[in-house]
């Protein structure tokens, strides 16, 4: 037995040592073989190809049409890759930024809540919901297509056209971005322009008024200006540079808002007889201090996302950049006004601070793409000083602005404005810095005249059918319970 367990076993042995062998021997003769195959292939492909030269370029032109074909399609497929994920990166920090500017108007109400009288909150409340909500609806019907009429012109370069809805996007012809993700953020931006003058207006207006007002601005008043440089209108044509928006939003914000606090008056209380001030303070510092945080974050939907396409190393760097330079105008900013005012008035005032916060990001709104980091400071600087005498001229020129809406909208947004011809890089088209100021100085001349002119007929039509300021008797009472019968805080709470 064991004999025959050894022979099977030696049998194995040996099969298995003629198996490696055999197979080693194969494999290597087999590149050999294959080798001298081709060449034998080659050298007869060669030999025909010498006796018929046609043969060589029949081949030739069999072979290419098919390498050309896939590599063109590769090359289709790859660019329509990127192109998809180039539009679906921009579509969606879009959206969200689009989100951001719209969070701003929590930031627009604790602020004007916070410098205003406790029973006018509902009334304030109110005004801000309602100016989304009528800005959505009039942009969208209006505002829109009249803001960007592309080549739908009524008036050439002046006035757009009255195209309701938006152009609807499918998602394969790509562009940079979504129509709809467009639409989200420029209604955000007719909301903020809106919203601005709630706060030079608070306490005194009807809010019926109010939304005649909202109406009009968001529909036709902004759309039209707005045009003028970011629909590609007569301002862009100059060489107008507002990247964000210093004139085009928030200027003609502030001088709407001027033109109401003119035509409206002051509070009751607000200067004596003999014309001294009588300040009025706000009944929650903390809800303004909550409101200008919140509009500082959304800033960073309002000033980054003009950039607009974000996909790609260059776009991401200028993105970051523009959030770098806002925040830095707004730090020095707010130290400016706290400063000045300390120097001033012997006290570190908070809320001057804080208007100077706003006022510094005002300012930096039309330049953040094209200033240096120091050039970023001295705008700041500069926004945050003007807040502070802006606030001081309207109290002797006897204008009540309870939030201080046009020293920050309208005063920085027209030194932003200015500042970006001083600063900024030269655009294509303009060799000099002097030709730049002056094209900086007419448009934005040009839109804060528009604003405030348009709506000063506005506000006094309002005025000639006592439509415009409740009486004397319900502003004392508080406009929450007598126009909204609704009040803030419990009885007892709302002085």
Not at 447 to 465: P, R
């Amino acid at each position: 037995m064991n004999f025959v367990r050894n022979r099977w076993l030696y049998s194995l042995l040996f099969g298995a040592v003629l198996s490696v062998s055999v197979g080693g021997i194969i494999n290597c003769l087999a590149p050999a073989a294959i080798a001298q195959e081709s060449g034998e292939q080659a050298a007869s492909t060669a030999k025909e190809s010498a006796e018929n030269p046609a043969t060589e370029e029949k081949a030739a032109e069999e072979a290419s049409p098919a390498k050309a074909t896939d590599s063109d399609a590769t090359a289709e497929a790859l660019a329509s890759y990127i192109q998809e994920t180039d539009y679906t990166i921009n579509t969606l920090i879009m959206f969200i930024c689009a989100v951001l500017v719209i969070f701003m108007q929590a930031g627009f109400a604790m602020v004007e809540i916070g410098l205003n009288s406790a029973k006018n909150a509902v009334n304030i409340l109110s005004k801000n919901v309602m100016d989304l909500c009528v800005g959505v609806l009039l942009y969208l019907f209006i505002g829109f297509n009249l803001m960007y009429p592309g080549d739908a012109w009524t008036v050439d370069g002046y006035l757009g056209s009255f195209t309701p809805f938006v152009v609807e996007s499918d998602g394969t012809g790509y562009g940079d971005y979504s129509s709809y993700a467009d639409f989200l953020f420029q209604v955000a931006f007719a909301a903020t322009a809106a919203t601005i003058v709630s706060g030079a207006v608070a306490g005194r207006m009807k809010f019926s008024a109010y939304l005649v007002y909202s109406a009009i601005l968001t529909g036709l008043i902004y759309p039209i200006s707005g045009a003028w440089k970011w629909g590609g209108g007569w301002c862009d044509s100059m060489g107008f540079q507002d990247f964000a928006g210093s004139v085009v939003v928030h200027a003609v914000g502030g001088f709407a808002g001027l033109a109401g606090a003119i035509f409206l008056g002051p509070r009751i209380g607000r200067f004596t007889k003999d014309g001294k001030s009588g300040p009025i303070p706000g009944h929650n510092i903390s809800f303004a201090a909550l409101g200008v945080f919140i509009l500082w974050v959304g800033w960073y939907g309002f000033n980054p996302g003009s950039q607009l396409t974000y996909a790609g190393a260059a776009n991401a760097n200028a993105t970051t950049y523009i959030a770098l330079t806002t925040t830095l105008a707004a730090a020095a900013g707010a130290v400016t006004a706290l400063i000045t005012a300390w120097t001033l008035f012997g006290k570190p005032d908070v809320t001057m601070a804080l208007n100077g916060v706003l006022g510094g990001l005002v300012a930096i709104t039309a330049n953040c793409d094209r200033v240096s980091q120091v050039e970023s400071l001295i705008i700041g600087v500069v926004g945050g000083f003007l807040v502070v005498m802006g606030i001081l001229l309207l109290e002797k020129l006897k204008i009540d602005d309870p939030v201080g809406a046009w020293p920050v909208h309208g005063l920085c947004g027209v030194w932003g404005g200015l500042a970006t011809g001083i600063f900024g890089d030269l655009p294509d088209g303009i060799d000099s810095v002097g030709s730049f100021i002056t094209v900086q100085l007419i448009s934005t001349v040009a839109i804060c005249a528009w604003a405030f002119i348009t709506m000063s007929i506005i506000f006094g039509a309002l005025k000639v059918i006592g439509m415009l300021r409740v009486s004397p008797e319900v502003e004392q009472s508080g406009l929450d319970l007598e126009e909204h019968g609704l009040r803030a805080y419990p009885l007892g709470a709302d002085q």
